[in-house]
């Protein structure tokens, strides 16, 4: 049986001439920490929907825990422990905070009775979130949005946790508190895959690092390396970004955002 966690193997998915995934194989060992990078439309968000089973490959097999997943739904493969955020958190506006991750502990984790409730109060924990647990979430802020779609992926109980772009549109300090709490959750076994633009985010929390584009791994390795190959600077990082490297940073040159910060959302 394999030690990996999460296994793509010669995975392919085209939208008519769109090429969303071209021959990808992917291993995610258990408690691992990867980020992925890539340009806009470059197909990052689409290959979660692969490993998550919101989009079904046309050739190719997803593994999970050593069970094949390729013809499992997003719903089992959420039972079985893939959770995952999106890049707009859309929460049950009308429920409370706590009313929205008791559903996903029970719809999303499969969990019942005192096993929900129990997962629930835990995901309010993990995320800093009991103070807030009775507010309705229409009312809630950004940030606060942010931590209750993280919330909701870990009410689910995942074992590996698809992040995408829980980074985006927030200040300094909103992403340092962000990054602490990838970083707990991840010391507690759950491997992360996290999508960013904010790569500062990224460095703090992740060992490997894989660059996407057209389809594609162009890049995959450690943070540093990748970022400072060419072909990566090429197709992600363009001529207004300048690699600073030390400390595992990427920094914006001015003028100009780039694409280091901001939201963005592709298909």
């Known amino acids: 049986m394999s030690s990996q966690l999460l296994e793509l193997e010669h995975v392919a998915k085209r939208f008519g001439r769109v090429v ?11 408690g691992d920490t990867v980020g992925i990078v890539g340009p806009n439309g470059a197909g990052k968000t689409s290959l979660f929907g692969l490993i998550s089973g919101d989009l079904a490959p046309d050739a190719g097999t997803v593994r999970f825990a050593g069970r094949a997943v390729t013809k499992l739904d997003a719903a089992a ?8 955020t999106y890049q707009v958190p859309r929460p049950f506006g009308d429920m409370t905070v706590f009313e929205n991750l008791l559903v996903a502990a029970q719809q999303g984790g499969g969990l019942r009775r005192r096993a929900s409730y129990a997962a629930a109060v835990e995901a309010l924990d993990r995320t800093g979130m009991a103070g807030q647990a009775n507010t309705p979430a229409e009312r809630l802020g950004l940030l606060q949005r942010k931590r209750l779609e993280l919330a909701r992926a870990l009410a689910t109980q995942p074992t590996l946790l698809l992040l995408d772009e829980v980074a985006g549109g927030l200040t300094d300090p909103e992403v340092a508190q962000l990054v602490e709490i990838v970083r707990n959750v991840n010391a507690e076994g759950i491997a992360v895959i996290w999508i960013e633009h904010v790569v500062r985010a990224l460095t703090a929390v992740v060992s490997r690092l894989i660059c996407l584009s057209g389809g594609k791994f162009v890049g995959d390795g450690a943070p540093a390396s990748v970022l400072a190959d060419p072909a990566v600077r090429e197709v992600f990082l363009g001529s207004e970004v300048t690699a600073a490297l030390a400390g595992g940073t990427l920094e914006p ?5 780039g694409p280091v910060g901001g939201e963005r959302s592709e298909p």
Request: overall charge neutral.
């Open 20 to 30: 969303i995934a071209e021959d990808l194989s992917l291993a995610v060992g258990p």
């Open 77 to 84: 493969r959420s039972r079985l422990g893939v959770g995952r």
């Open 253 to 257: 040159s001015p003028p100009g955002d």
